[in-house]
């Protein structure tokens, strides 16, 4: 929320419209500073006899507060009485922190609290109120609400961005660094809101790290840029999307009023950069025969350093970059925000325009120190000598890292005192150090006893662990998860038993500007996860010592993740690609970190086993992997999953594998355990039944696949009979759908078949072998009951195998029995096969999807290929390059048709 967005609030609502504006995120600093900002500039849109201005954060100002609120109050509502008059003008009511008041004043807070829940009434009595609270009221409330961040006032950075987007460089890329902390983000999200106030400047593309509860951190993706700069651009110049093929339709939005206007809104059918370039040219032209120049459009784009490590991101920026000479002809300029310069990208970066943070960070961190420490809801009183000496401290200590100082005056909010810390000489040395000390000292191991309730301290130290644990966060629900799965007996408890009253205590607890917490709303699942507001933060907290290591601790939480969110314990839960993605996203490498801190601490043989054997059965079961590839796409904000994240779940096994901390045989050696009870993969829809790579003649048995539901419900052991013969009976219907393997000691009632996809492990991979031989028999489980044992029956010789593939080989090349016949292959040896039906062409590209599910993927009715081509190598280049398969009509059939995804007029590369 702007300053100026505020002021437009207070219009609406001194004539009634939603008078109660409600301000949640991250506690205390950011919410005064939009407060006293937009005070500042109430008296140029409002006069001042319209309005007065009460501060409730401001001790002189009690005895108004609670006349002007006493219509609120319970003794008034239950006597029935006449309420006074309303005053004559207009009152605006004020409060950066409810948490805070109440701590100070609680009945004046109570009379807050209440007025909230009656906006009616606050217009009757002709009050607005602004409240700061940790979270949005109960539903219903009519009043509106605003998530606020942390504001940091760089004047001097933020003139200097402004007057390079107005042109006033020759530069169209501006790179602003600073190191982790220096307020890089911040300045961004202030940019934004300050550049839509620019006449001639349009900020078309943003993405940007939100401290309030972004997982992940920004990501430049192909597809939401093409579209974010055809909205601008189809506002203004509709012509120039017409020209490449764009369509528009009409969408009806609801206003506040409730009227309804209609909105044109492009629709591309291939949105790439090339498609971009275009529009951008024609756009241009456009506004130059109108004899106008085109407006400037910006492109914001926050943590080029960790943009670097996502494959996406890194191709958008570099393509992008690479048609710098055209951003003056477009009207294109280019904001970049990283820790130090990006080397290589492209060559000699077209941006000699820099801005370092560094240059002006003691004097901004000076003068916001010195503004905050005026303030009047601080518990602490300086006198002026003192604050000037403080602020020196900061500015001092901080070594131009903003994220700092604003941490050590929440010290001194949360504690109502100067921490002795800050008098050090010596310069912090990084974002993590800071915190490294100051959560300690948050947490009253430095206060004494009495600082804060016991319960407070506890469950606030604990829910900063649990957060920790993981890199996206965790849901309400994943949070109840963790905080209430079953220990070890006799392990203690002395926090809350439950996370919803932990989350109360954390809410009011020292540490709450440190935990992003989501929204409730009535009846469903709050948007949002919990999580530290910032890496660093989280990093701090993983290497902190737990107070109580019986209560939590960076490896306690580790393993309670993956006891309650996993199939791989009794008490987990199933395998979910729509609820579960955290999970899948991130147990593989949970279950390394506990592994390497098994191994580095000593823990006893039996412990460590049990986490390897763990990471084991995650591996071998391709559940987990089923589950990753079959996901549905991700919606905004959501976690990624897919073949990078079964890729990266991999490598961590394999990393343990080459450090010796899993040892091969535990894999290679191990049959597939049985589930403590079933574990199935849920995603969008059903997975499709796998067929063998060899299409078999009519009436010709397939080979079983691990996906097909009979098989799965035979290998988890889901099946349960009352007889030995019944559950015979039910082994010989598989002889009959089945090929069936012959074996020496055959005795009629047990079956050995092979099925695609069984007990894998990476070695059977790169051995070539794609399943193995499974011995299903009878087995009884007690109380009269049988079900089928399931023993994996090792053949080495991968030639007595009915399905392989090529071994060492991880991409297919152009010799593939399905490359070497499409229509297009760069090193045709055949004839393109023409295919009777559609259904016949969709089957070779299931067959080579089956061969190197690793290397393809599936998207927009393509199949999507790495292809390893040796002569690139020769050429100093990567050797695996990405192709798109498509089926075509032609005359007799149909095709298959490779084609180069460089230069493909239909679209992008696919993520491989």
Known sequence: MRPQDFVGWLQGALTGTRPVLCLTGLAGLGKRQLLREAASQLGHHIRPAEVDLVWLDDPGTDERALSLLAPFGEAVAAAGTQPPPAPRRSTLLLTADLDALRDRNPPLADLVARAVRSVTDVHRHRLALVVGMAQRPAEPFQGRVEQVGFIQPRTTALHHVTAWARHDSAQDVLLVTGRPGAGKSTLARTVLHRLADETGVTVAYATVWDQVGQAGGPAVRESELVHAVADVIGRDAPEALLAHGATFIKLTQQVGSGTAIGVNKPVIATPTLGFLYGVLEARARIARERGDEPDTLVLVVDAVDDQRRDAESLRVLTELLTRYADFARWGLRLLLFSQYPPVGFPPDGPYPRRLDLADSADADIGEYVLTTLTDPALAVRLRAERMDAVAAAVVRRCAGQFLVAAGYLAEIRAAGQVPADLWRSEPIGSLV??????????????????????????????????????????????????????????????????????????????????????????????????????????????????????????????????????????????????????????????????????????????????????????????????????????????????????????????????????????????????????????????????????????????????????????????LRYTSRAEAVASLQRLREVYPIARREDDDGDSVRLWVKWFGLTIQDWEAGFVGHYVDLEPEPVGAGQWRIGVHKHRVDRIDRHPERRSPGQAHPNWGHRVLRRALGSPRPQQRPQIFATRAEAESQLDTLREDYPLSTAWRAGRLGVLVYEGWRRERSEKPTHQYSLRIEATVGGYVVRAVDEDFDPEGGPDEL
Request: with cysteine; glycine share 8%; charged share 25%.
């Open 433 to 718: 150090d800071y915190y490294h000390g100051a959560l300690p000292r948050l947490l009253g191991r430095d206060l004494g006893p009495g600082a804060w309730p016991e319960r407070v301290l506890r469950d606030s130290e604990r829910a900063l662990f649990i957060a920790a644990t993981t890199r996206h966060g965790l849901t309400e629900t994943e949070m109840s998860r963790v905080w209430t799965v079953a220990d070890e007996p006799g392990r203690s408890r002395p926090g809350s038993q439950t996370w919803r009253g932990a989350r109360e205590n954390v809410l009011r607890g020292p540490v709450r500007e440190y935990l992003v917490l989501p929204d409730p709303a009535a009846g469903a699942e709050p948007a949002g996860r919990v999580m530290l507001f910032h890496p660093a933060a989280a990093a701090a907290v993983r290497a902190m010592a737990a107070s109580d290591s019986e209560w939590t601790g960076a490896d306690l939480e580790r393993r309670r993740f993956v006891r309650a969110l996993t199939p791989l314990f009794p008490e987990g839960v199933e395998w979910d690609a729509r609820t579960g993605r955290l999970a899948l996203a991130e147990t593989p490498a949970r279950l390394a970190e506990i592994i390497d801190a098994a191994a580095e601490l000593g823990h006893d043989d039996e412990d460590l086993a049990l986490w390897q054997g763990r990471l084991a059965l995650l591996v071998e079961s391709w559940e987990w992997l089923e589950a990753c590839l079959l996901a549905p796409a991700p919606a905004a904000g959501d976690i990624p999953l897919g073949l990078d994240a079964a890729i990266a779940g991999l490598t961590v096994t394999q990393r343990l594998l080459d450090t010796g901390r899993l040892a091969s045989g535990l894999l290679s050696a191990r049959s597939v355990p049985v589930l403590p009870r079933p574990s199935r993969v849920i995603a969008s829809a059903p997975p499709p039944v796998e067929e063998s790579a060899e299409t078999p003649a009519p009436g010709q048995r397939r080979y079983a696949v691990l996906g097909q539901g009979e098989i799965v419900a035979f290998l988890t052991g889901e």
